[in-house]
């Protein structure tokens, strides 16, 4: 293997590159030019395959154009994500290279204009990437000043090459859980209490069993994000979908309730749980170590003030008599309502609600007054009925 080096030939000096065939057609050849530029070869596609590697600048990103097996252009939240990203004021960048091919044509060539910098002529196929560029484009079009991004060019792959790369970089590629990222937030409070409770406190049920990694063991029945998700609930704050959002309920949660007392409630919902279905294991039921189920328990304790202390409204408490009456639910009606798709977690709810005043004459639920000020109206719910949300 050749090692990446800077490009140092002399001025206006062309490279040969011997591209493989058959030849691509793609419109017009462009010219582009990389700075911070350097050039070396890699073992890809089981032969040793030469690449460029340096910065594009806002000014070439129209030169490169979305090949037809790419996906299409996203709009909303994430595109105005990385659109905050890119911007040259305040923006902090994209931190992953961008992957292109300089497809073959007749006009296609490398040119070292001077020490760090190479002009590419020719096709220019955005292979992973897509939306980066296209945020950037768009901030282009605006006028808006916009930071360069950081790309790496293969310059001879056949059509099939190209396209098992794609696959392997957009399909097989491992996404990072979210059980990862929120191991790695360390600036909240509420997060780092959760945290220290489910790692280090052994009065909680779960202590030590919690998913903090990519993958989880078989003795990890809850993921960082059940246990996150269930503590908004419990309190009040509609699902959130990512994962600096449900941070920030989190934090909004501790901040009027305080971070001892989102701590406590949390570790008494788990055990309360546990003492409605003491016949069931976290490790192996086949429902109370559910998403969707432990959502609708969440959301069950928030909406009546039934299962909170009379003395301290922001305590959750469940008696003994009236978790023996919920842990009498019929179970299959339980699984009937995981196997659900959408709005699994208020059908558990609304089941367990039935459940708690079947039979009573006094002390039916009541709904609750009190909670989290910021309770938003719920979003549907997603697969509630799966293990883990990524």
């Known amino acids: 293997m050749v090692e990446t080096r800077p490009c140092d030939r002399k001025e206006g000096s062309l490279m040969t590159v011997s591209f ?48 037809d097996y790419q996906r299409i252009e996203m709009d909303g939240k994430k595109r105005q994500e990385l659109r905050a990203h890119l911007r040259a004021e305040d923006g902090d960048g994209v931190p992953d290279e961008l992957i292109l091919v300089l497809r073959s044509t007749v006009a296609a060539g490398v040119r070292m204009l001077a020490a760090g910098e190479i002009e590419l002529t020719g096709p220019l ?25 950081e790309v790496i060019i293969y310059l001879d792959l056949t059509t099939a090459e190209e ?51 990519q993958r989880r063991v078989s003795n990890e029945p809850i993921t960082a994000r059940m246990l996150y998700e269930v503590a908004t609930a419990l309190h009040g704050i509609a699902r959130k979908e990512s994962v600096d959002e449900l941070v ?20 008494r ?7 409605c279905f003491p016949d069931e294991s976290f490790e192996t039921s086949k429902f109370i170590n559910k998403l969707g189920f432990l959502r609708g328990m969440a959301l069950l304790f928030n909406e009546y003030d039934n299962f909170w202390d009379k003395r301290k409204p922001d305590l959750l408490f469940l008696p003994k008599p009236d978790a023996r009456k919920l842990g009498k639910v019929q179970v299959d009606n339980v699984m009937d309502e995981l196997k659900r798709s959408s709005q699994t977690a208020h059908g558990i709810a609304r089941l367990m609600a039935h459940q708690y005043d079947k039979g009573r004459e006094q002390n039916r ?14 979003t549907e719910e997603h697969d509630e009925n799966q293990e883990d949300v990524s």
Request: charged share 25%.
């Open 365 to 378: 639920l009541v709904r609750r007054t009190r909670t989290v000020s910021t309770t938003t109206e719920a």
């Open 248 to 267: 920030e309920s989190l934090r909004v949660i501790a901040k009027e309730i305080g971070t001892e007392q989102l701590v406590v409630n949390t570790k």
């Open 20 to 67: 493989q065939p058959p030849v691509f057609s793609a419109g017009a050849p462009r010219r582009v030019r990389i700075t911070q530029a350097s050039m070396g070869t890699r073992r890809l596609q089981r032969r040793e395959v030469q690449f460029v590697r340096g910065t594009l600048g806002p000014q070439f990103f129209h030169d490169a154009f979305k090949p």
């Open 125 to 149: 196929a955005i292979l992973d990437g897509h939306q980066r560029i296209s945020a950037g484009r768009s901030l282009v079009d605006e006028d808006i000043e916009c930071l360069p991004l």
């Open 163 to 213: 396209m098992r790369l794609f696959r392997q970089v957009n399909i097989k590629q491992t996404r990072v859980s979210s059980q990862v990222h929120l191991r790695n937030v360390a600036t909240n409070p509420a997060i780092e209490a959760l945290r220290e409770m489910a790692d280090k406190d052994e009065d909680f049920i779960l202590c030590g069993r919690i998913q903090w990694d």
């Open 269 to 275: 919902f788990f055990a309360y749980v546990q003492q």
